[in-house]
């Protein structure tokens, strides 16, 4: 295998029985068994077969900085009438944000490579768990009263995940 391949695909060793490859928001990630090495000639011929079914990733270029991001979150909390704890960026593997039970807001870095109208979503969505801590009527109110277009933006963010520009 040329070493090429591998240098966009990361490798995550958690506790599982079985090699999964996932396209996720930092792009394609083969979660593999703690036991198993990932030079392994199992691992190699199995990202060789990932490949050729999903396509290589590209790496995006940035679209947006996290100092952008972190403006985004000051004009939309602003926006909202909420203001968050602590506003970290880092890398996510399953989810394009979070907010916890203290306030504070996760955003995953991949969002500097989506448009910025899409992470303008996930900064809103994320914002509006300040207020509504779980995905109610009452939370889709809110969404809609603050960003009418969410659902468009919501399923614009799934195709760009899909596609795999991410």
């Not at 593999?32 to 790496?59: C, H, M, T, Y």
């Not at 991949?110 to 509504?132: N, S, T």
Request: proline content about 7%; overall charge positive.
């Amino acid at each position: 295998m040329h070493t090429d391949q591998f240098s966009n695909i990361r490798f995550h060793q958690q506790h599982r029985r079985s090699l999964v490859m996932k396209r996720t928001p930092v792009g394609l990630v083969v979660f593999i068994p703690k036991w198993l090495n990932p030079d392994s000639p199992q691992v190699r011929a199995f990202v060789e077969e990932g490949l050729r079914k999903l396509g290589s990733p590209v790496p995006q270029p940035e679209i947006v900085s996290e100092n952008d991001l972190r403006a985004m979150v000051v004009e939309w909390s602003a926006r909202i009438g909420v203001q968050p704890g602590r506003v970290q960026i880092r890398d996510m593997y399953r989810k394009w944000g979070s907010c916890s039970s203290r306030g504070n807001i996760t955003l995953n870095s991949a969002l500097c490579r989506v448009p910025r109208p899409l992470a303008e979503y996930i900064i809103c969505h994320e914002l509006i768990h300040l207020l509504i801590f779980n995905h109610s009527k009452q939370f889709k109110a809110l969404m809609s009263h603050h960003m009418p277009d969410w659902r468009e933006r919501e399923a614009a963010l799934q195709a760009h995940l899909n596609s795999g520009k991410c």
